[in-house]
């Protein structure tokens, strides 16, 4: 299908590279006004044309970018908290500051994306948020102790925010995507992806295109029943 989101603005994190851009791409083949935005882009005017700066910890570029926004457009239809980030520390000697920094990313951020974008929602009467948690929000490994604890609070927030403004015709869910083939597998060491994929009941990794179709049904109109969810993209790997 196509024109599924025609007429909705968009703001997405994260947008650079990865899931985030083949979100962002997605949305656009569809008819949205899509505002990608990365800490890796240049600052500058904010404009649907171009990439903007935000540093997804920031409340004054929060501020700056939703401001933008609803002075060009008006509002804010849609919002994908994908920016994030992962370490590989264990519980018993993790460094604080590396703790700190990937709760920010991970958690912080998107909490800190809703709160710049709900307001307006609330006014309007309507709105989606889709928040890229993990498999590994839900499931664990070793390890990764920092990454399990930040996405697995973004699965709660998920919920949380759902059920407080499904009320003011907001639907708030989360894609939980499994191994996918972006610039952070890549530098992963290949055993680690070998195990993950092994894991994997489809026998491969997705690619982000998989991650974004099923982020444009969650934004759409076609979806306005679904709220708290928690959506598995993973090739079956939380249903072993």
């Known amino acids: ?58 409340e004054h570029e ?16 849609i919002l994908v908290n994908n920016a994030g980030g992962t370490n590989y520390e264990y519980l018993h000697d993790f460094n604080v500051e590396n703790w700190n920094s990937l709760i920010a990313l991970n958690q912080l951020g998107p909490a800190l ?13 309507r709105g989606a948020i889709i928040n890229i948690s993990s498999i590994f929000g839900a ?22 925010a759902a059920v407080s403004y499904a009320r003011q015709g907001i639907r708030i869910n989360a894609i939980l995507p499994g191994w996918t083939r972006t610039p952070i597998t890549e530098a992963q060491d290949p055993k680690l992806n ?16 998989e991650i974004a179709q099923p982020a444009v049904f969650l934004a759409s109109d076609e979806a306005s029943f679904v ?14």
Not at 140 to 155: E, P, Q, T
């Open 62 to 77: 929060w501020d700056r970018l939703v401001g933008a926004v609803k002075e060009q457009q008006g509002r804010v239809d």
């Open 139 to 160: 499931r664990s490994v070793a390890g990764i102790a920092a990454y399990h604890a930040s996405k697995g609070a973004l699965l709660n927030m998920t919920r949380n």
């Open 227 to 240: 709220t708290g969810v928690e959506l598995p993209v993973d090739g079956g790997y939380l249903a072993i």
């Open 194 to 209: 070998e195990e993950f994929i092994g894991r994997t009941p489809i026998g491969r990794g997705a690619v982000p295109a």
């Open 1 to 58: 299908m196509v024109d599924r989101l025609v007429g909705k603005v968009a703001i997405v994190t994260g947008a650079h590279s990865g899931i985030g851009l083949a979100i962002a791409d997605a949305f656009r083949a569809e008819g949205a006004t899509v505002y990608a935005s990365d800490i890796k882009a240049e600052p500058g005017n904010i404009s649907p044309s171009s990439e903007a700066r935000l540093d997804v910890t920031s």
């Open 113 to 125: 994306g809703m709160r710049a974008v709900l307001p307006s929602m609330m006014e309007d009467g």
